[in-house]
């Protein structure tokens, strides 16, 4: 599992080590060869060896001029730009003896970027606060296209707790960071300027609880429910699924054979005529109708202003299947069902737009309207709110999944291809994760397992290409074989 830790609890950790060292230099010199390390790999692969830094005024751009000493020292040409500040350590003449030229900001800076290979930015680290000084806004604004940016610690600009998505800050090909990774890393507003995502081993260690958790390939088999001889299937989980309408006939299905693909003991299906026709003829396991169940999934394609055949009867069970003690998962239109708390366990899934309604809905008269926008520039601030407002786990979808429950660590999985942004793919992800919460799993892991099946079988399902939702649905019961027995 990757665990990611807060900058303040990452800086104690860090004053606690340097504490035991003779050398209060040491660990930035073990940061900067790291550093180095992983630049003389990139320069390997793309035969470059023209190395400009960002140099900031902080310890980030210290540790980049000592990797480009390094650098310099192996024959690469490194070049640092110095904005209208001090450097954190030395100055121009120390650097240039050591084999680093540095540019002033009144100098030809323009230039000397052009020919950049390698770009190291170095300008903010996890102290700073979210934007760019004006001098360095111009530097990445010039950043030449095919040069290969890492970031040292952090994209510079970017909001260190990854909470908040800033557009004028740098966006990474490689983000080296160094112990272990921050919120910035792994959260979505930010993740996507991190780029490849290099640790570089300095020594500290951290305890108590991080920021956010991301499950990996070796978190499957120590979570999944795998039967043993003396199961049934009942002691494997019986899921009840509200699905579809009249409208929406494929959703039911897409959630149905996901959940059965995922292991599911037993499945009962509710639906309208339609629906339920299409599911007898596709997924024959499903029992069809109300009667016992373990966890409900409640939603996908449910369409609660429907007066269709049916649909009154259908959204009757909806509702009793969320006024019960069981574990649910509501998707779609299931969240339309949502009116406040619930003390048994529960699994949200909404998209940004979902998520925003559902938030303008419980937040009352006096909240101030949320846009999907803002869900997506700030996702983390609005789940947590969901969360708090109706006592359920949060998984709002998209690039990176977020799993907030009401209180602790959160989860964030990105494991699935871009391709996986397609109509039924969520349908798909509530059978996996309905089939989880049956088997017992809490809403926290039964959301962020299943976020990791279901991400890694699109990719399974199609690798590089296009993934339709069923193809999808059907790589379900080989992806998880494949993740237990790697």
């Known amino acids: 599992m990757l665990r990611a830790w807060s900058a303040d609890a990452v800086r104690s950790a860090e004053a606690a080590l340097m504490a035991t060292l003779d050398d209060e230099g040491e660990l930035m010199a073990r940061a900067a060869w790291g550093l180095a390390r992983v630049c003389r790999a990139r320069l390997e692969e793309t035969g470059g060896s023209r190395v400009v830094v960002l140099a900031g005024p902080g310890n980030n751009g210290a540790d980049a001029l000592y990797a480009a000493v390094h650098l310099a020292d192996e024959g690469a040409e490194c070049v640092a730009l110095q904005g209208p500040w001090p450097l954190a350590i030395g100055d121009s003449s120390s650097w240039q003896e050591a084999g680093v030229r540095i540019v002033a900001a009144d100098g030809d800076w323009r230039a000397v970027l052009t020919g950049a290979d390698l770009v190291l930015d170095g300008v903010l680290g996890i102290g700073g606060r979210p934007g760019l000084p004006d001098e360095a806004v111009a530097w990445v604004d ?23 998505a800033h557009e004028d800050a740098v966006f990474a090909d490689e983000t080296v960071t160094f112990g272990v990774p921050k919120p910035v890393h792994v959260l979505p507003a930010t993740e996507s300027a991190v780029g490849r995502l290099t640790v570089v081993d300095i020594g500290i260690e951290l305890e108590g ?15 999944w429910p795998v039967p043993t001889a003396s199961d049934d299937k009942y002691s494997r989980g019986v899921l009840g699924v ?9 959703a039911p299905v897409l959630c149905c054979t ?38 409900w999934v409640v939603g996908p394609g449910l369409d609660t202003t429907s007066r269709a055949a049916g649909s009154k009867a259908q959204l009757d069970i909806a ?25 048994a366990p529960t699994l ?29 520039a700030s996702p983390l601030a609005h789940a947590r709110r969901a969360a708090r407002l109706t006592g359920a786990t949060v998984l709002l979808k ?56 279901h991400g890694v079988a699109a990719d399974r399902a199609n690798p590089g290409g296009p993934v339709r939702a069923l193809a999808l649905a059907h790589a379900i019961p080989g992806t998880v074989a494949h993740l237990l027995t790697r």
């Open 242 to 250: 509200v699905a579809g309408g009249e409208s929406y006939t494929g």
């Open 348 to 376: 949200l899934t909404p998209h940004a737009g979902e998520l925003a309604r559902l938030l303008n809905r419980l937040g009352g008269a006096d909240s101030a309207d949320v846009t999907r926008q803002q869900v997506q």
């Open 398 to 453: 998209g690039a990176t999944t977020l799993v907030v429950p009401p209180e602790g660590t959160v989860r964030s999985q990105n494991d699935a291809p871009p391709w996986l942004a397609t109509a039924g793919a969520g349908d798909v992800l509530a059978g996996v994760c309905g089939a989880l919460l049956a088997a017992g799993l809490s809403p926290l892991d039964a959301g962020s397992l299943g976020a990791l099946v």
């Open 142 to 164: 010039a950043l030449p296209p095919d040069a290969y940016v890492v970031a040292v610690d952090l994209p510079s600009g970017q909001d260190p707790a990854g909470e908040v």
């Open 209 to 223: 609880d991080p920021e956010v958790e991301r499950l990996d390939f070796a978190d499957v088999p120590g979570l």
């Open 258 to 295: 996901a959940a059965v693909g995922a292991g599911l003991g037993m499945l009962r299906y509710v639906g309208t005529p339609a629906p339920t026709a299409l599911v007898r003829a596709s997924v024959p396991e499903a029992v069809i109708g109300d009667g016992r169940v373990q966890a």
């Open 319 to 343: 509702r009793a299947a969320l006024a019960s003690d069981l574990p649910a998962l509501v998707d779609a239109g299931g969240l339309d069902l949502v009116t406040g708390r619930r003390d």
